[in-house]
């Protein structure tokens, strides 16, 4: 029988990831680097060490080198989350990037119409960022990310998968000071396509499922020798607003070399810290860490590694 019942897919798939409960595409909402995340992952005016795009792809053009990041999350629930991002500048004013994040869920377990176990079924979304981005004063930039997308989900009898593409937009206002300002809109369109020929019934069933489109507000600033770094954000869908979004994270540097921090957002309480030494190159190398309180799931730990070249 190809009709499938998969107890505790719709548990797994409905916990949510970062922001916009219910809605697709959850996993490009949670955050990517440990140093985000320590701070709230609200650093849609923040140039990530590795992973800039992912927040702004209008920061690569301030990057001061090509850098590579990795990063892995320690999840409950038999959750995984890795991101890998590269970025490189493109002169004399444009700037290039290339990113994968991938998510999932392991340990399903499959069972027939009669309640017979079957296999243990794991579900997979991923997304491949192409970014450009052009400077157009030495203080003002735009960028584009253009998303791949895929959505696989395990069936007894194979998988089915969602395809899709998707857009963000953005702009970035950079100073010397790090008092930046950014306006970022995520997921222009982004969607998903499905085919359902085969696996319910004979008739052939296609259908789209949209992202929230989300609009951005970030800033940085220093308060007291604090670094602070946040943003607000509007959840659209449907054509209406769904919802609101408030992250604020802060970091605090000794010995210019050490890291604490502390942030909340998507629904997270998280505190984290950093390392910056010298591999090749006088501070080329950065190692993360957040520790990530996301209710009802459990603690989640993160680990990011960037690298300067």
Same mark, same amino acid.
């Given at each position: 029988m190809r009709k499938t019942y998969l107890t505790g897919?719709? /548990?797994c798939l409905s916990i949510v990831w970062g922001g916009s409960q219910g809605y697709p595409? &959850?996993?490009?909402? !949670? *955050?990517? &680097? #440990?140093?985000?995340? *320590? !701070?709230?992952? $609200? /650093?849609?005016?923040?140039?990530?060490h590795g992973f800039p795009a992912y927040h702004n792809p209008a920061s690569l053009v301030f990057l001061k080198s090509r850098e590579i990041g990795f990063s892995h999350h320690f999840l409950p629930l038999s959750r995984r989350f890795n991101s890998t991002s590269f970025s490189t500048a493109l002169p004399p004013t444009a700037a290039l990037g290339l990113a994968w994040v991938s998510s999932g869920t392991d340990k399903i377990d499959g069972r027939t119409s009669s309640g017979?176990?079957?296999?243990?079924?794991? =579900?997979a979304e991923d997304a491949v960022f192409f970014t450009f981005a052009q400077k157009l004063t030495s203080w003002f930039s735009l960028g584009i990310n253009i998303k791949i997308l895929r959505h696989q989900l395990p069936m007894n009898t194979g998988s089915l998968t969602g395809k899709g593409t998707g857009f963000d !937009? #953005?702009? /970035?206002?950079?100073?010397e000071k790090k008092a930046n300002l950014a306006f970022m809109i995520q997921d222009i369109n982004s969607r998903y396509?499905?085919?359902?020929? $085969?696996f319910f019934d004979k008739n052939t069933?296609?259908?789209v499922e949209y992202f929230p489109t989300i609009y951005r507000? $970030? =800033?940085?600033?220093?308060?007291?020798?604090?670094? /602070? #770094? *946040?943003?607000l954000g509007i959840i659209t869908a449907d054509e209406s607003v769904q919802g609101y979004s408030f992250r604020l994270g802060a970091e605090y540097t000794f010995r210019d070399k050490y890291y604490l921090r502390a942030g909340f957002g998507n629904g997270r309480i998280a505190v984290g810290a950093g390392l910056d030494? &010298?591999?090749?190159?006088?501070?080329?190398?950065h190692l993360d860490y957040a520790f990530v309180l996301e209710a009802p799931a459990g603690l989640a730990h993160v680990f990011t590694y960037a690298f300067s070249f």
């Open positions: 897919l719709i /548990f595409g &959850s996993f490009l909402r !949670m *955050g990517a &680097s #440990a140093r985000s995340m *320590g !701070m709230g992952s $609200g /650093f849609s005016a923040e140039i990530d017979q176990h079957t296999q243990y079924l794991s =579900t !937009m #953005a702009v /970035f206002v950079h100073t396509h499905w085919n359902t020929d $085969g069933r296609q259908y507000l $970030g =800033t940085t600033f220093y308060y007291n020798d604090i670094y /602070f #770094a *946040g943003d030494w &010298s591999f090749l190159k006088l501070d080329d190398a």
